[in-house]
């Protein structure tokens, strides 16, 4: 695990500290890339950046002994000590470095950059073959809902590959694959729905706290069935595909995935064969105040899933 690594540090507060011979240096608020060699004891080096009761030897200890400054990521590339300043070099072209911090020893600029574009930080993570290996930071979940027919599996796909080119992995759990372990003979009764949303929830809880990033693909047709969701995760979005009910009808009876979803359903609610339909022989309880709502009836699906990472962009990336 030797090599180059990247510390993604936020700083919570503008702060004032004197770094060493650097003297006094002023840290506004944001986020930062700290770029650092570790060419023998890669894990007791970061261990080291994490711990706040330290010997201040580095620049990097100082910042990092503060309460307001924390990592909340590490990025690692097997690579040669003369990758470090040509890392460095490369970010200086999208940061805003902190003169001199961490370059004692080389000729660089620095090594510490205030990032304003996390977004164009991600790609180049991804592109310059760096990979997460620590995070502090709980993931996020954004619960994609609305009538069967609305586009919610089609748009939940297109949302995680999405996030997936832009250098954010999120985990895609659908309510109709996990029926087919739970009920492979699903009844649609509100006890089972009670119990399929409850474990989704459970499971959706537990990859988020774990710093796994979610995203559900359900209809979970009472407003209670996501307010749980809500209320168990703290960064939580709602994603409401709006969408008229004879436009999803007309939609789910020419689809040809269904995406685990049982066939024809509006056909066999109105023939009497499905009775607890939402939409039809159950409610649809819209959401009141999503953090997100788009109009699935004119937009495609990837228009969609752009208008939903641009939330989760904003609020947690």
């Known amino acids: 695990m030797n090599g180059i690594y990247i510390l993604i540090i936020k700083i919570n507060k503008d702060i004032s500290l004197n770094v060493g011979a650097l003297g006094k240096i ?4 944001g986020i930062y890339a700290y770029v650092g060699s570790a060419q023998k004891g890669f894990i007791k080096r970061v261990l080291r950046h994490i711990g706040k009761h330290k010997r201040k030897f580095w620049h990097i200890d100082y910042l990092l ?5 924390n990592v909340m990521k590490v990025f690692h590339r097997k690579s040669g000590k003369n990758w470090e300043c040509k890392i460095a070099s490369r970010l200086c072209a999208t940061g805003s470095a902190i003169k001199r911090f961490g370059s004692s020893d080389c000729n660089c600029k620095s090594h510490l ?5 996390y977004e164009f930080l991600r790609n180049f993570l991804h592109k310059n073959g760096f990979k997460e290996v620590f995070t502090t930071h709980k993931g996020w979940c954004v619960w994609v809902t609305g009538l069967p027919g609305s586009g919610k ?3 939940s796909k297109a949302l995680v590959a999405l996030l997936k080119k832009g250098g954010i992995h999120a985990q895609l759990l659908s309510s109709d694959a996990l029926r087919r372990v739970m ?3 699903p009844k649609y009764t509100l006890e089972e729905r009670d119990s399929v949303y409850a474990t989704l929830v459970y499971v959706a809880r537990l990859l988020t706290e774990n710093g796994v990033n979610v995203v559900i693909d359900a209809t979970g047709n009472l407003r209670r069935y996501r307010e749980d969701a809500r209320a168990q995760i703290p960064k939580f979005v709602e994603a409401y595909l709006e969408c008229p009910l004879e436009i999803c009808m007309e939609r789910e009876s020419k689809r040809a995935d269904t995406h685990f979803a049982p066939r024809k359903i509006y056909a066999k609610a109105l023939e009497g064969e499905a009775p607890t339909v939402p939409g039809i022989g159950q409610p649809y309880e819209e959401p009141l105040n999503p953090e997100v709502k788009v109009d699935a009836a004119s937009l495609s699906p990837l228009e969609c899933a752009k208008k939903i990472m641009a939330v989760i962009i904003e609020r947690y990336c």
Do not use: D, L, R
């Not at 002023?26 to 608020?29: A, D, P």
């Not at 950059?113 to 574009?117: H, K, M, V």
């Open 113 to 117: 950059f205030q990032i304003s574009n």
């Open 183 to 185: 009920t492979p003979k």
């Open 153 to 155: 599996s089609v748009v």
């Open 65 to 69: 002994s503060n309460k307001h400054a």
């Open 26 to 29: 002023n840290f506004e608020k």
